[in-house]
C-alpha cells in the first residue's frame, strides 16, 4: 500500500514570497491533516478535513495560510506571504476516518526555510 | 484543553541498555494516548496506542508503555536499545472537537543510542 506522498521535500524562499504544498494521501482515507513542525516542537495542528468540507481549521493562521481539498483527495496547503517564523517541517497525514481507532498515517513532510 | 509534557528532551543511552522515555498528560475523563516515532528526515509512524483496556500496551519494535491513571502518565519503555532505535519519540494525546479526534503532541524527546 503506498503511503502518504508529499512534495516538493524541500522548499527555500525568501520572507513575503509565496508557497504551496501538495500532498496526496493514503487511497480511501477521508480524513486529511496538515500540521505545522517547528524546530524541537511536536506537530501542530493546522487544519483537519474530511472528505472535502473543513472539521477544524482553529489554529491556521487564516491572514495568510490558506488550504483546500478540492476533490476529496489530494490537497494543497499555501503561505501567501511568508515570514521567517513559517521556516518549519509541514506534515501530512491521512486516516480512514475521524474516530480514535484510526491511526494517522504521516508523510516524510516538506522542509520549508524562509530567509 | 488536553495537554501533554514529556519530561527529557534529550536521553542518551548505551546500546543494549533498557531505556524509559517519560510522558504526562493532562487529566481527563476519557484518554486516549498514543507514541510516535520519527526517523531522521522521514514522518512520523506509530509505535502504539492507548484507548481502553489492559494498561500495559505493546507496540512494534520491542516497545511498551504502561498507562497509570493516578499519575497520569504513560511513559514508554524498551527492555534492550539497538542503534537503529535513535530517532525522536513523540506522547500525544487526543481530544474531542465537534465530534472528531485531534492529537495533541508533546515536544519530543531525542533517544540517541551509543555503542
Known amino acids: 500500500e503506498a503511503g502518504v506522498a508529499q512534495s516538493p521535500r524541500y522548499k527555500i524562499i525568501e520572507k513575503r514570497q509565496s508557497v504551496a504544498f501538495w500532498c496526496n494521501p493514503i487511497s480511501g482515507h477521508a480524513t486529511l491533516y496538515w500540521y505545522q513542525q517547528i524546530l524541537g516542537q511536536g506537530p501542530k495542528l493546522l487544519i483537519q478535513?474530511?472528505?472535502?468540507?473543513?472539521?477544524?481549521d482553529s489554529q491556521l493562521p487564516k491572514d495568510r495560510f490558506s488550504a483546500e481539498r478540492l476533490k476529496g483527495v489530494d490537497s494543497t496547503l499555501k503561505i501567501q506571504p511568508a515570514k521567517l517564523e513559517d521556516s518549519a517541517v509541514y506534515l501530512c497525514?491521512?486516516?480512514?476516518?475521524?474516530?480514535?481507532?484510526?491511526?494517522?498515517?504521516f508523510g516524510p513532510g516538506t522542509r520549508l526555510t524562509v530567509l | 484543553a488536553q495537554s501533554v509534557t514529556q519530561l527529557d528532551s534529550q536521553v542518551p543511552v548505551f546500546e543494549e541498555a533498557p531505556v524509559e522515555l517519560r510522558c504526562n498528560y493532562s487529566?481527563?475523563?476519557?484518554?486516549?494516548l498514543f507514541w510516535y516515532v520519527q526517523y531522521p528526515n522521514q514522518g512520523l509512524q506509530l509505535l502504539l496506542k492507548y484507548l481502553s483496556g489492559s494498561t500495559l500496551v505493546k507496540g512494534i519494535n520491542g516497545f511498551e508503555a504502561e498507562f497509570n491513571k493516578s499519575q497520569t502518565s504513560f511513559h514508554l519503555r524498551k527492555p534492550s536499545v539497538h542503534i537503529s532505535d535513535t530517532a525522536e519519540y513523540f506522547c500525544a494525546v487526543s481530544e474531542s472537537v465537534q465530534g472528531a479526534q485531534k492529537l495533541v503532541f508533546g515536544q519530543g524527546t531525542r533517544l540517541t543510542i551509543n555503542p
Open positions: 478535513f474530511q472528505n472535502n468540507g473543513v472539521v477544524d
Open positions: 497525514a491521512s486516516s480512514q476516518g475521524l474516530a480514535v481507532t484510526d491511526t494517522q498515517y
Open positions: 487529566s481527563s475523563v476519557s484518554v486516549y
